[in-house]
Every structure is written in structure tokens, then in C-alpha cells.
């Protein structure tokens, strides 16, 4: 193997398995934790399902039923108007966030 040309061409045959050895590999072990991680997410789903059906059937249980319909009155005069009850939120968010700024302004220092 002393042409060069030759043992260029070797090397390049060899490194070509190898490498399409190792993709297929690494591909065949990405395809089969996708596959565990589909089956676990479904298996995980199929569990909080049950438990939600079952957690709602006790609280059905639990619940007396008073044969009543539930009515929300929204003419209420008495409740306070929306737009003052979003600026009242506002107000306090902003007020929140200037003292959350402070705080880490003094932890920073």
C-alpha cells in the first residue's frame, strides 16, 4: 500500500463506515428515546386523566345537590365598577414593581 492515492482512497472508505456506524447510532438511540418519551408522556396523561376523573367523582359525591340552578347577577348596584376595579390592580402592580425595584436595588448594593 504504497500509493498514496490508494491508501487516501482506504482512508476515506473507512472513515465513511465509521462515521455512518456512529449517525446510525446516535440516530437509532435519538428515534428510541423519542419513542420511551411519547409512551411515558402518554402513560403520564392517561394517569392524570384517571386521577381527575376519580378526584371529580369524589367532590361530585361530597357535593350535596340542591336541584338549584347557579345564577350570577352582574346588575348588581351594589358591585363596584370593572374599569375601577382594573385601574385599583394597576395602581397596585405598579406600586409592587417600584418596591420589588428597590429591594434588588439595595441587595445589589
Not at 16 to 39: I, N, Q, R, W, Y
Not at 53 to 80: F, L, M, S, W, Y
Request: a negative charge.
Amino acid at each position: 500500500m504504497s500509493n498514496p492515492l490508494n491508501q487516501a482512497l482506504v482512508y476515506g472508505r473507512v472513515f465513511a463506515e465509521v462515521l455512518k456506524e456512529k449517525v446510525e447510532t446516535g440516530l437509532t438511540d435519538v428515534l428510541s428515546d423519542l419513542g420511551k418519551f411519547d409512551a411515558e408522556r402518554n402513560k403520564w396523561m392517561q394517569d392524570f386523566n384517571e386521577e381527575f376523573q376519580a378526584r371529580v367523582e369524589r367532590e361530585v359525591q361530597r357535593t350535596p345537590d340542591t336541584g338549584k340552578p347557579v345564577t350570577i347577577n352582574i346588575d348588581d348596584d351594589d358591585a363596584p365598577d370593572l374599569q375601577e376595579v382594573i385601574d385599583n390592580l394597576r395602581a397596585e402592580i405598579a406600586a409592587l414593581k417600584a418596591e420589588l425595584r428597590e429591594y434588588r436595588d439595595r441587595q445589589s448594593n
